[in-house]
């Protein structure tokens, strides 16, 4: 089934000019980009945004280092684009990631992890419309 599914280059990936590789392996690997931007988000804005995480010890650390910067918000379609991204990314902790994933390759520690990507149908509703509108997403390529 083709589906949709966020993802985000974090602020410390965005920092360190890798943007441009991660979206080179997105496209390589069969993910269409239809839709994509720029943003800074406001620390109130992550808050927002990691509201399922908000009772975690971590939530005021990451929503702290999701705010430092600007980050790229995409929508990815695909078959299987939830599942097959979230295998592209590799385990949220880097050091704990498959050779060859972008966290791997991209992210520092389980925080600084370069990418996110929605981990279900409904976080993937969520999120999609929390950062885009119909208008800004291409139809039917
Ligand atoms: P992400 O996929 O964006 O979803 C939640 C984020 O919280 C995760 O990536 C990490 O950036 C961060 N995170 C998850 N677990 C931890 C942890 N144990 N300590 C610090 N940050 C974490």
């Not at 790229?72 to 939830?82: D, Q, S």
């Not at 520092?108 to 800004?136: C, M, P, Q, T």
């Amino acid at each position: 089934m083709v589906e949709r599914t966020l993802s985000i280059i974090k602020p410390d990936c965005v920092a360190a000019k890798n943007s441009g590789k991660v979206i080179s392996m997105l496209e390589k690997n069969g993910f269409d980009i239809v839709a994509m931007k720029k943003v800074w988000l406001t620390k109130q804005q992550a808050e927002k945004f990691y509201i399922v995480h908000k009772e975690r010890p971590f939530y005021d650390s990451l929503t702290t280092f999701m705010s430092e910067g600007p980050i790229i918000v995409m929508v990815l379609e695909k078959e299987n684009a939830i599942e097959d991204y979230r295998k592209l990314m590799g385990a949220t902790n880097p050091q704990e990631a498959s050779d060859g994933t972008i966290r791997k390759l991209f992210g520092s520690n389980i925080e600084r992890n370069a990418v996110h990507g929605s981990d279900s149908k409904e976080s993937a509703d969520y999120e999609i419309n929390f950062f885009f509108n119909e208008l800004e997403i291409v139809k039917g390529e």
